[in-house]
């Protein structure tokens, strides 16, 4: 794992709230020298702690809803296919067919005992009842239960839209 420095930790922060930033204007806002910023930045790409991408509104795409989606395993799958590099792939193929799932993970025990999560996004209701059954289509006898909570993207009750700039400043204070 790379050692960070304050000033790495500095630049990735104004990143996470503006990633358009130049290096001129970064520099200044945490007064270093525009070389010193070009070149710490550049080695925070080339480890991969710096990915860029850009967040789009949802909603002027024509996505309708966004889903948070959760998953129990059954004990078979947990023991039998979890625990396994090949499961793990096999997951990761079957997502990459739907690029509208924007995040997907196993592991770990939150909400009811569920063993995965994913958070998708979709054109209508229509969009998102052939998503699942796709998921039960090639999952179902693996899933011991399933959950959604979904929401309109086209309401005016989104309250804080996707986002890392308020993430960075909250770590920036916080570390």
Do not use: C
């Not at 630049?11 to 520099?27: C, G, H, T, V, W």
């Amino acid at each position: 794992m790379t050692k960070l420095k304050d000033i790495d930790f500095k630049i990735m922060f104004e990143l996470m709230k503006n990633s358009k930033i130049s290096d001129r204007e970064l520099a200044k806002r945490i007064g270093v020298s525009q070389p010193t910023v070009s070149r710490k930045r550049a080695k925070l790409e080339r480890e991969g702690l710096l990915e860029y991408t850009a967040i789009p509104d949802f909603k002027k795409l024509g996505f309708q809803i966004m889903v948070f989606s959760f998953s129990k395993w059954t004990p078979e799958a947990l023991t039998e296919l979890l625990p396994k590099e090949e499961f793990v792939k096999q997951v990761q193929k079957f997502f990459s067919r739907f690029p509208n799932v924007i995040f997907a993970t196993t592991g770990g025990s939150g909400l009811g005992g569920m063993d995965s999560a994913s958070i998708s996004v979709h054109k209508d209701f229509d969009d998102y009842t052939k998503f699942m059954k796709e998921i039960k289509k090639e999952w179902g006898k693996n899933v011991a239960a399933f959950d959604s909570f979904i929401f309109s993207l086209q309401s005016n009750d989104v309250v804080r839209p996707v986002t890392f700039k308020h993430l960075g400043e909250y770590i920036n204070k916080n570390r």
